[in-house]
């Protein structure tokens, strides 16, 4: 731990860990993301899965399930046949955005040193 780093900082329930837990699952960075970016903030549960490379129906609906009990977004159906679900952004949900957003940025500005990572990572597996 560095020299000045309170070890109270690092509590199974601190902060930084607590964020961090947002991005242990890819799919809610990448939701925030996509409904904020591509969307302005709200979307179709169908539009929203085509709006996210890879992302199984199954995976989207868990995810977003996830995100709604947290605050981050709001799930709203709508009068209609078959029922539209329309996913918005919460006031919470936008101030993750931010941080997402930042993260987001920095891996554009050096996609190179990521590209480095993954080249050593796949070098280190077939032994080399």
Known sequence: MRSGSD??????????????????TKWTSMILHTLQARHDGQARTGVLQRSVPGISKKMLVQTLREME?????????????????????????????????LTYDWGR??????????????????GG
């Open 69 to 101: 009990a947290a605050g981050l977004v709001r799930r709203h159906v709508e009068s209609a046949v078959p029922p539209a679900v329309r996913y918005t952004l919460t006031p919470l949900g936008l101030r993750f955005v931010d941080l997402v957003e």
């Open 109 to 126: 500005r050096n996609a190179d040193a990521l590209d480095d990572m993954q080249a050593n990572l796949s070098s280190d597996r077939r």
């Open 7 to 24: 070890e109270g900082e690092w509590r199974e329930d601190c902060a930084p860990r607590r964020v961090l837990d947002i991005f242990s």
